[in-house]
């Protein structure tokens, strides 16, 4: 059986091995000292070197989500903050940051939660990031970034008031409202009142955020508040309210076919103020009121007109005026519509009518007269509508002949009662004039009608001077003839 050696921490060798490679050791035993263990590695530098990279690797990724240092915003340093960070850092300074009243509102001190002031500080933080990111050492260091600061003004005020009520007096607005003695809209003056001026705390508030203080003062003595409606307001509204007056209405084409009472339209009108403004609205419900009786005020039958013309056709008269037929359409919709047009300053309404026009029937009429007979004719369209017997001119004051028109009419006349005239005769009654000092006229002194009695007047009873009167239009055109 071959011996086998073996030494601590050695394998098994075999003994022919050991026969064959070692030295006789005249029969003593050989004993293997303990090996010694190989040297470890140093690894030292490596792990040096992975911590340098791990924070270059660190720092590298800072810098893409670090703002750059020495940046500010609204006051804030934000270098070196993320920009969910430097939001609530904004948000937080503008906070907590004081006021100070000095003047009427003296040892009052208001904060930024108070007043409700605010900032986009979210999207001011984003942008700060966005036009300055860590990485970029050019964005180090820059300019201070400014951000106008917002006050709520209802919680401002509120504050204010509190903190110093006596530098609040309210201001006056001016009112308009419809007065029925005048049937017109007018207006009561607005006044002027005290108060503390938001605005401008906002602008103080802006000023001293950018600077980066914490406190600041404010004066809270009071200045002069502008009702929000004033005289001027005030005064346009009532011009564009009374102009409504003047034309609303429903109408047919440029007809007014049914006006709307001044009073009737102040029950319709509503005066709003909004946002500081005045605003008109209308009450579709009242107007609906009106629109039910719409259809017995429109709709009527067609009127045919009736002109009195001369031989050219040129009209001297109207005698009747046309009017077109016409039926209303569907009144469905109409208040709703005029309630949204009177809100828009229309007070002009078209309804929806279906007319039918009217047609024109034309006389030309004309007078003439006979010397030799002594009658006078009336024709119209060339057919004789009347004639009388009646006395023109005497010898020597003879009626002129030819073609004339009527220029005038004189209801009551004195004649001839003139310093040296031949003859007076007083309040001679209806005068169609055609000629100079020539006239149709009644005659109440004879009744001598059908032979020559005047001093050149074509002579009437009366009555049918009066017919002639009402009748002759002027431009009617006479003709005197022997």
């Not at 009737?264 to 005045?278: M, S």
């Not at 032979?451 to 009066?466: D, E, F, Q, T, Y």
Request: hydrophobic share 40%; glycine share 10%.
């Amino acid at each position: 059986m071959t011996d086998l050696i073996s030494g601590p921490g050695t394998d098994a060798i075999p003994s022919s091995f050991v026969d064959d490679a070692l030295p006789p050791h005249d029969g003593h035993p050989v004993e293997w000292a303990p090996a010694e263990p190989a040297p470890r590695k140093r690894r030292l530098g490596l792990w040096i070197g992975l911590g340098a990279g791990a924070l270059a690797l660190a720092a590298a990724g800072a810098s893409l989500i670090l703002i750059a240092p020495g940046t500010t915003v609204a006051g804030v340093p934000v270098g070196g903050m993320t920009p969910g960070m430097a939001s609530a850092a904004i948000s937080s300074r503008l906070a907590s940051t004081e006021v100070e009243l000095t003047g009427a509102g003296a040892g009052a001190t208001l904060t930024g939660t108070d007043l409700g002031a605010s900032v986009d500080a979210g999207a001011l933080a984003e942008q700060a990031f966005a036009d300055r990111p860590l990485w970029n050492l050019g964005s180090w260091m820059g300019d201070p970034i400014g951000a106008e600061v917002s006050l709520d003004p209802t919680a401002a005020e509120r504050a204010l008031r509190a903190a110093v009520p006596s530098s609040y007096i309210d201001p006056v607005d001016a009112v308009v409202a419809f007065d029925p003695a005048s049937a017109a809209y007018t207006a009561t003056p607005a006044a002027s009142g005290t108060g503390i001026s938001v605005s401008d705390l906002a602008e103080a508030f802006t000023a001293a955020s950018d600077e980066g203080a914490t406190t600041f003062s404010f004066s809270g003595d009071p200045t002069e508040v502008i009702p929000a409606i004033t005289d001027e307001k005030a005064a346009a509204t009532v011009e564009n309210l009374n102009g409504m007056l003047a034309e609303i209405g429903f109408y047919v084409g440029d007809e007014r076919t049914v006006p709307v009472a001044p009073e009737v339209a102040a029950k319709w009108l509503h005066i709003d103020q909004v946002d500081g403004e005045l605003e008109i609205t209308a009450d579709q419900s009242a107007i609906q009121g009106m629109v039910a009786t719409l259809p017995d005020l429109v709709n009527r039958d067609v009127v045919d007109a009736t002109k009195v013309v001369d031989s050219k056709g040129e009209v001297l008269r109207t005698l009747v005026d046309g009017k077109d037929g016409r039926v209303l359409g569907d009144t469905t919709g109409i208040a709703s519509a005029f309630a949204t047009d009177l809100g828009d300053g229309k007070a002009a309404f078209e309804l929806p009518v279906t007319s039918t026009p009217f047609e024109t029937t034309t006389l030309f009429r004309r007078i003439e007269v006979d010397i030799s007979e002594q009658r006078t004719y009336l024709f119209e369209n060339e057919k004789l509508v009347d004639a009388w017997a009646t006395s023109t001119g005497l010898p020597g004051t003879d009626t002129p002949l030819g073609h004339f028109r009527v220029f005038a009419h004189t209801a009551k006349q004195d004649m001839g009662c003139f310093e040296g005239a031949s003859y007076c005769t007083k309040d001679v009654p209806w005068n169609t004039w055609f000629a100079p000092n020539i006239a149709f006229h009644g005659a109440y002194w004879h009744n001598n009608f059908g032979h020559r009695m005047s001093h050149g007047c074509v002579n009437l009873p009366p009555r049918i001077a009066k017919q002639v009167y009402d009748w002759s239009p002027e431009g009617l055109e006479v003709w005197v003839h022997s």
